[in-house]
């Protein structure tokens, strides 16, 4: 079974979703075998597109810790504004 999970985050700018696509990129290598993740900014928004061959638990999993990832970075980006 192949399952598709198209994600899209809209932000308030055009910055936030390279800020967050430039911070994602690294977690997306060397997947395991059967789970493929495809990004890309189109103004305000970041399209995150799955796939996956394997469990739809690994598939889940996978998602959860790519949005806990873009929720770490857009608490550091709250903070940075803060700051400066």
């Known amino acids: 079974m192949k399952v598709r999970v198209k ?3 809209e932000c308030k700018d055009e910055v936030i979703p390279k800020i967050l696509y430039s911070s994602l990129k690294p977690d997306n ?3 395991p075998e059967g789970l493929s993740i495809d990004m890309n ?3 305000k928004l970041l ?6 061959d ?3 638990e690994s598939l889940i999993s996978t998602i959860d810790d790519l949005l ?3 929720q770490a970075s857009l608490n550091t ?3 940075i504004k ?3």
């Open 41 to 43: 900014v189109d103004k």
């Open 29 to 31: 290598i060397n997947l």
């Open 82 to 84: 803060s700051v400066t």
């Open 54 to 56: 394997s469990k739809l």
């Open 68 to 70: 806990t990832c873009c």
């Open 77 to 79: 980006l709250k903070e």
């Open 47 to 52: 399209m995150i597109n799955f796939s996956s």
């Open 7 to 9: 994600l899209i985050i």
